[in-house]
């Protein structure tokens, strides 16, 4: 099972990195941006980007939850709760490979 549970976590990480490339790809339009007193298209294109920054955050902190199942794995922790040290409830773990809390400490987070 754990070789299983590293080979997803594995899959999961090159997805996350493959997901932020692109959103760190430079936008083709980036000079061609003006602001006036009307919505128009450079603030159509500034909310957009402002979306995907925050996609990027999102990416950036299952990336780091990915990273930290790994360790775990490697400590053989993996599926105990990085706050409570009660173990994830295996629905969570099935769902979700990465999760490091459980139910509770995630909703507190």
Known sequence: MDTDVALLL???????????????LTPDDQGAIS???????????????LAQVAVHDGLQATRADVERALVKLDEGTYG?????GRPIAEARLE???????????????
């Open 80 to 84: 105990t709760c990085d706050v409570c």
């Open 10 to 24: 594995h899959a999961k990480r090159d997805e996350l990195d493959d997901q932020m490339a692109t959103l760190e």
């Open 35 to 49: 602001f006036g007193k009307r919505v128009g298209e450079g603030t159509s294109m500034a909310v957009d980007r």
């Open 95 to 109: 769902a979700l490979p990465w999760a490091v809390l459980c139910v509770e400490d995630q909703a507190r987070r």
